[in-house]
Every structure is written in C-alpha cells, then in structure tokens.
C-alpha cells in the first residue's frame, strides 16, 4: 500500500476529532516551480468541474463570445456549478437564444436545483426541473455558443453540428481539450477518461499540472495570446458576476465577491479545487482522497487562500468562518467544528 | 502521525480509482473474542444513531412500551433514522398520543424530511417540517414514552417531569446512558461527550466495545435478563417492520425487509454503522475516518454481510446491488461504481 496523504481537515465534536479528511495539495508558479506540495501530487485524478474556466477558454479565444454578444454574467455562468436558482435557468436559456437556439440543444440531462429554495419553489409550483437547471447548463451553454459560431463559420445547420457535443471525438469538444492539453501541459491522448456528472469526458490529470494552469490562467504566462486574452476575459466577469459562477451562500460566489479578481477559485465534485491568485503568480489544486465536496475540501481551500494571501477586514472575517466553520444542530446549538489540520493551517 | 486505517471503500471512474474511504472494523462475539479487525477499533469514536436499539432498550426493559401498548412498528420507529415519510411522522404522533402528550413534548428540533418525495410534498403543500418529521423523532417518542411511564410511577406530572429530557443529567437519558453502559461494557464517566444532532448526548465508544454490545444484542449473552428480554422484542419489532426503521429505498429498511431477523443492522451519523448477526453470535461495528455516511458506509457493511453470513437467492441479489454499486449520471449512463476495497470484499 503506498503512503497515505496527510489529514488535511478534521470535524470536531466534543473536544475529540470525530472525522478526518485525507488529501493532497500542490501550489505553483506558471514556470513549474513548486511553492507548497502536501501528499502525492503526480497521481492522475479527475478535475471535474473545477476546470470549467479552461473548457470556456475556447469559448472566448474563438470569437464566439464576442460573436453571440456575451456578458458578464453569461460568461461567468460558463465557468460555473450553479445553484439553479431562476436567474441561473434564465441566464442559460439567454445564452442559448443568443446564438439561436433553445433548452434542446442541451446534452446535460436535467436534475432538481442544488439550491434548496429553488427546489421547493418548484416543486411548489408542481413543475419539473429541465436542462436548464443543472448545475452544467452555462457551461453547456458555452459549449452549444461556441458550436453555434463554428457552424456558422462552416455554413453548417446548427442542430446537425452541435449533435453530440458532449461526445470526446465531436469538434466542440476536442477544442475544449486541446484548451486542457495546452494549459495543463499534461498529454491528455493517454490518460484515463471518465464521463462527468453532465457526460462529458473528464480526464484524469496530476494536481501538479493543474497547480500549473491555474498560475497560468492567473497570469498570462505560458499561455498563448489568445487563451492568456481569453482568461483575463473570465476572470474579469467572474469577478463582476460572481453569484453566477456558484450561488446564494455558496463558497466560490461568497469568496469572489470579497475578494474580486486577486482569487479565482472553482470547487469540483469529488473534493477537488483550484484557484489562481494572480497576484502571487500562484495557482493551487486540491484533491481530498475521499471525495468530499459537501464540506472538507471548502476548508482546505479558505485555509490554503487565508495562508498565502495577505487580508484584511471583511474579507478575513469571511475567510476565518470558512476556514473554522461551525457545526449546529437541528436545534441550533452548536456541536462542533470543520477546521483545517496541523499540516494545511496558516503558519 | 499514527498509522493510517485501511481502505475499505473505492469510488471508481473511468477505470482508476477516483476517491477512496478509509475506516476501522470491529467484528465480535458475546465473548469478547475478535472475529476481524481492521484498522484500530480501540480509538473511541462517537456511535451517533447506529446505537438508537441500545438506546431503546430501557423503553422495553422498563415495562414503558407495555405500559403504552407500543406496536412492532412503533417500537421499530423507536429504533430507526427515518426519512420523515407521512406514515413515520404519524407513527411518532401516535406514540405520543398513547402517552397522553403531542409533538410539544419533543425535544429533537424540526428539520425537512430526509426522503426527497416527502420533500416536496411539503413543500407544494405549503407547509413546513415539525418536530414529528425528525429522523429521531421516534427515538424522542420513544424517551418521552418512557419517561411518562417514569413520572405516572413517581405520581410527577409528565410534562414537568420530561422537561429537558435530552440533558444528560435528566432522569431519562441517565437510563439511557446507563443502558449504553452495560450492553457495551464501557465506562462512560470518564468518555468524551458531543451533543448529536438531536440533542441528546454521543458518548465515544471504541468499535471493539460496540461490537461486543451488539453481539450481545443478538444473542443475549452478557445482557441482564431484563435487557436480554428487550434486545429480542426490539428485533423482531424491527424485522416485522423494517420500513419504519429507515424509509422508501433506505439501505437498513431494504437489508431487513430481505433478511429479517438474519441481520438487526443500523447506520449513524459520520460513517458509523452497527449490526447483529444472531446466527453467527457476531456483533458489527464500522466507523469511516472521513465520516462519509452517504456512500461508503453502507458498502462497506453490505460488503461484511456478504463476506459473513451465507446468501442465497434474492437476498444475495441485493447484497450484491449494495456492496458494488452502479454510479449513473444525470443522463442515466454509468459512469462509475462504488465497490469494497480488497482489504474488505469478501474472501
């Protein structure tokens, strides 16, 4: 059995640690070179949805968001996991009319809202959630904009064209990883390939490389010219939208609107991370070995983000509750807390 | 740092391993002889819901649920972590009515249903969650049962007497907690103690000491005659009503709707499960270090059931189902399974 990764987050009940949250982080500048690695960071995992912001990177550096008139918020709704909320639907549904088409042309599958207010208003309402309501339906969006301008640019009918876009082999998708390849520096034609929560492919690469592309997309360098153009461009919106990108009282959306532009950060299912943070030149990718989104891999984050940049007022207020969350019952009382371990906390 | 526990559950995808589940296993006669361990089963860990039947006992042991005239399934919601479906919610109503008091007796607090269906028929009704709707409310029905047997002895009004009844110190936890004591044979006095989610108090017990209860449980041996009485009627109230135990497609209503008696088993909270195999004389006891209730758990314990007692025909079938699960995305494609780790699967 190779080594374990070290205990990145513990819960705490009753003055004993309860459970504990394994994992590996890498933080790097765009050169390669490493600032912090804790555990094994060349093992291949799936990003997942942390890596929307690379697979909109086509979106953008083709023309097509400036083609279909994208917005802040649009964009920002690329690079998201959103709630479901109405205003995330109706952004997506926008997205879709802009380059003339509608909720069919989505290859995501439909599931209820992650965001629970949205679930009982719907259900009050006795209506079913559609495509648009996955948490992938932007970036699904992104990809039906994006297939819309090639077509367009090929004089092709638009629903033949994009038919089958979640697929690794159709055009939309191979510029979205060639966007991956190119960012992450990893050959992605041998690595193992999963199918996403939104069925498409997601390929397995090293928090190493991903740590790289994230200093990358935060800094320009390493990139071309018109993926570094293109990632200047989301993360602006991001920064300008950021309830777009994840929702009501959800980490990302409340970490960007405190913070704007000095973090881009992007949560995945399977207790992954990644951020950049431009102003450091670093970017950081997280794996917790056990797959825990709900709540493990969120601490890490706000610990690793209170560590290497400097904060002040409310946004270190934020961070701090993020970073030490506590636990309450159903009567409120509180029972224990989510705090980063020894080996991740600030020093 | 110590050593870690094994892998017991593997998520996979894509054919590698995307996430994986580390915990300790405690299998044991009345005895005390170990069967298996895996892990430490001496660190002590809080049992949370998995110990709901130790809980109960002093309901039965006590001459309470005689008193009140307590049915399989009432006795069985007793037991349980219920969804919060109608007929649980009522079932809990009814045994506060044969004690002649309400849900304003009920100390758990209010949280929405766990079963989603029942959700969203609150929700497109209006209305909000009670007290009746907690997946311990019939644990509380349970202690407030007995204590109104407790006060009409002591000639006490009931709800004066039952007035803060999930404080530790209260008349009622105190048999509570006594009756942990005995069937575990851990001293208490000195364990640390959270607050669970309802309320009343979580004593951290070792998993070699909840398995030796359980063994207990299923056998008798070790128990007082009283206790001994009660384990076995708490078992087949159970096994005559597994749905009340849990819920619509809940692991522990499915197991025992197909085991009956063969299997008394019981989840809790972060990742622990507990359960008797009578036949074997064996207790069970699994914590998950990362506390991941969700998923791993139960693979783990349907993993131990299959590798511990002799299957056949529809019951192996769901075994089965449970121990190596399908993982399908929102487009209905399998795109992973959750499988027991070699350390785990049966030999």
Redesign the interface.
């Known amino acids: ?1 190779t080594s ?1 990764n ?2 990145l987050v513990h ?1 705490l ?4 640690v ?5 994992g590996a982080v890498a933080v790097l500048d765009a050169t390669g070179a490493v600032h912090t690695a804790l555990g094994d960071i060349d093992r ?3 990003p997942r949805s942390a890596v929307k912001v690379l697979q909109a990177l086509p979106l953008v550096a083709s023309g097509a968001a400036e083609r279909w008139g994208l917005t802040d918020a649009e964009l920002a709704l690329a690079c998201a996991s959103h709630g479901g909320e109405p205003r995330h639907a109706d952004t997506a549904a926008a997205m879709l009319a802009k380059a003339g088409v509608d909720v069919g042309a989505l ?5 209820w809202p992650y965001h629970d207010g949205s ?3 719907l ?2 309402a ?1 209506t079913s959630p559609s495509a648009l309501h ?1 948490n992938c339906s932007g970036k699904h969006a992104g990809f039906v904009c994006l297939g819309c301008h090639r077509a367009e640019e090929r004089g092709q009918a638009r629903r033949g064209f994009l038919s089958g876009y979640v697929r690794p082999e159709h055009a939309v998708m191979q510029e979205v990883t060639a966007a991956l390849e190119a960012t992450t520096g990893h050959p992605l034609a041998g690595a ?8 498409i492919p ?1 390929y ?1 690469i090293p928090l190493r490389a991903l740590a790289l592309a994230f200093a990358r997309v935060g800094t320009g360098q390493g990139l071309s010219d018109a993926h570094a153009r293109a990632a200047r461009r989301l993360r602006a919106a991001v920064a300008a939208a950021p309830d777009m990108v994840a929702g009501t009282g959800r980490f990302d959306s409340r970490v960007m609107a405190a913070l704007g532009e000095r973090v881009f950060c992007k949560v995945g299912a ?2 992954v991370y990644c951020a950049a943070l431009p102003e450091l030149g670093l970017g950081v990718a997280v794996k ?5 989104t709900a709540r ?1 891999v969120e601490v890490a984050m706000a610990a690793l983000i209170e560590r290497l940049l400097p904060l002040a007022g409310e946004a270190a207020t934020l961070l701090a509750s993020l970073s030490d969350v506590r636990l309450v ?5 509180e ?2 807390r989510l705090q980063a371990a020894p080996a991740l906390a600030a020093g």
Chains 1, 2 share one sequence.
């Open positions: 059995m374990a070290p205990i819960a009940r009753g003055g004993i309860e459970s504990m949250h394994r291949p995992i799936f290859e995501c599958g439909a599931h679930i009982k208003a259900a009050a006795g996955n193992a390939r999963g199918t996403d929560g939104c069925s997601t397995a399977e207790g917790m070995d056990d797959g825990n493990a019952n159903w009567n409120g009382i029972v224990g």
